[in-house]
């Protein structure tokens, strides 16, 4: 897919490890486009379908879920994802709309790939299998020290926390070096946002950026 085609839209992907605040940032850019006249959709991951949403429970809410591997975690992952990309992404997309993803294929990259440790060469293939040719325009990461976001989900209102925000300090700075990483190798494809920042200042920074990008 090429942005660059006026007839088609674009896919803005936003990462960043446990209690960055991307699904706040993801609501706020949807409303900054609304008001420039863009067609937005907004969606998640794991989920943005009835099927995907089941496979979102199960990831992430089961109770047998403690007994999960990681190869069966990433399987789940793309699972979703391929359902989101054909049944809303990529018809979004082909209609000029703006999609806006809470999540896409690089957290799989990350979470399982460096977080749970699976050999590179799998994790990229089954995402390539799960997506296509349907890759991110723009990524927006928002970075924020493991120790930070930790706390974050631990204040979160909300009475037990999820299956992948129950990890332990280290596996949140593998994630977040891992986002880093992706980000240095892929400089055109990415902004890195300071989710250490207020919220407003977040929006900010972001939006900036995808102006100068897509309006």
């Known amino acids: 897919m090429s942005a660059n085609d006026d007839t088609r839209g674009y896919l803005i992907t936003f990462e960043g490890s446990e209690g960055a605040g991307k699904s706040t940032q993801v609501e706020r850019i949807a409303k900054r486009f609304e008001a420039h006249n863009q067609a937005v959709v907004v969606t998640r991951e794991p989920g943005g379908t009835p099927i995907g949403e089941e496979i979102r429970r199960l990831l992430m809410h089961s109770a047998c879920g403690s007994a999960m591997t ?21 018809p979004a997309v082909d209609e000029g709309k703006i999609v806006l993803c809470d999540r896409f294929l690089d957290s799989t990259t990350v979470y399982q790939g460096v977080g749970r440790r699976i050999a590179s060469e799998p994790v990229a293939m089954i995402n390539k299998f799960a997506v296509g040719d349907l890759m991110p325009d723009i990524t927006v990461i928002i970075d924020l020290p493991a120790e930070i976001g930790l706390e974050r989900t631990r204040h979160r209102a909300r009475e037990m ?37 207020s919220i407003d200042e977040v929006e900010v920074q972001i939006w900036e950026e995808l102006r100068k990008r897509v309006i």
Request: hydrophobic residues 45%; charged residues 35%.
């Open 70 to 90: 990681p190869e069966t975690e990433l399987l789940l992952f793309a699972a979703s994802r391929a359902q989101l990309v054909r049944e809303v992404i990529r």
């Open 161 to 197: 926390p999820d299956r992948m925000e129950q990890e332990n300090i280290e596996f949140y700075r593998k994630v977040r070096e891992g986002y880093l990483m992706l980000a240095k190798a892929l400089p055109g494809r990415f902004i890195i946002a300071d989710g250490s920042k």
